[in-house]
């Protein structure tokens, strides 16, 4: 438990860093902004880049395992929407709803965590869940918000925003990049790869601090009547939905499979909260949600890593 204990601790260390000196130091929200702008558009797509070019491009094709991973995230995202539009809540809330107990922090939480859990080639596996999961959730939110008519701009022009979202995000180029280099066998100069190497290490520290920062700078002021089921779903329900769907779908690697049940338990994504504000939807509640399943997930994924650690968790369920 030591071994566990020692991983999980600075890692959630490192949020509470943030959230605390955020709180101390009381800066406006709009000082993050640039460490948000270091994390996602130069860090953690350098840490993609570097680890995808250096894969085996075979690697880079496991259908079966980004059908599982992505189905199971669905199934979440539909069990929660369904079940708020049952409770009258409307297509908009149940959205968001169905976001926050499906969209986890697999951006700011997922390769930082794995990556220390079960080494640099869970970045791998880490990246096509990132890619697949987000192609799926950029195309839901503004689809369902449209049809919800919250969003008034006509079809071609939100399919194209659809498209250009997905296209333009820093952390699906850089996969798109690291899986060409992997392809054609290409390896950076190594002035170019050293100082790949200096961001990918920096990426995990910095997402993690602004993550807790983050945390802090939206206050809970109000604790929904939906948190029970939504943490749930997100914190117990989807990491053992991916577990048994990935299991049932192929035979993958220790490292893949449990990379994708971990990512699976990460708490609600901060994403979320900012989805949920661009369409004034459940706005204060989602920030709500994040908060909870993020203090949540300190128990939850720590108790996952010592299941994984211990082998209580079989590699395959259907052998």
């Known amino acids: 438990m030591s071994d ?14 943030g959230f605390a000196v955020a709180r101390i130091t009381r800066q406006p929200v709009d000082a993050l902004g640039w460490m948000n702008t270091f994390v996602i558009y130069v860090a953690l797509p350098a840490l993609f880049f570097q680890l995808l070019a250096k894969t085996p491009f075979e690697d880079l094709t496991e259908w079966g395992f980004i059908f599982g991973s992505v189905f199971s995230t669905f199934l979440i995202f539909l069990a929660m929407f369904v079940a708020s539009l049952v409770m009258a809540g409307g297509i908009a809330e149940s ?9 986890g922090n697999i951006g700011y939480m997922g390769p930082g965590l794995a990556v220390l859990a079960f080494g640099e080639q869970a970045a791998v596996p880490v990246a096509l869940i990132f890619c697949f999961e987000n192609v799926m959730h950029f195309t839901i939110a503004p689809m369902m918000m449209a049809l919800a008519g919250d969003d008034r701009r006509p079809w071609p022009q939100l399919l194209a925003g659809i498209v250009s979202r997905i296209a333009l995000h820093p952390f699906i180029i850089a996969t798109a990049f690291g899986v060409a280099a992997a392809y054609f066998e290409f390896h950076p100069p190594l002035p170019v790869d050293r100082l790949l190497s200096y961001l990918a290490n920096a990426a995990a520290p910095c997402a993690l601090f602004a993550m807790g920062v983050t945390l802090a700078l939206r206050p809970l002021k ?19 939905l991916c577990y048994a769907v990935l299991s049932w779908v192929g035979n993958f690697s220790e490292i893949w499979l449990f990379s994708a049940v971990l990512l699976a338990a990460l708490p609600t994504a901060t994403n979320v909260f900012v989805i949920a504000q661009q369409y004034g939807v459940w706005v ?25 650690r211990a082998g209580v968790l079989p590699l395959d369920l259907f052998p």
């Open 95 to 103: 959205t968001i709803k169905g976001l926050a107990a499906a969209y």
């Open 4 to 17: 566990i204990a020692g991983l999980v601790l600075p890692f959630f260390g490192l949020i509470f860093i």
């Open 284 to 308: 204060e509640r989602t920030s709500a949600t994040v908060l909870i399943t993020t203090c949540v997930s300190i128990a939850t994924v720590t108790g996952l890593l010592y299941m994984i």
């Open 222 to 240: 109000r604790v929904p009547a939906e948190i029970a089921p939504i943490t749930f779903l997100k914190l117990i329900v989807h990491p053992l």
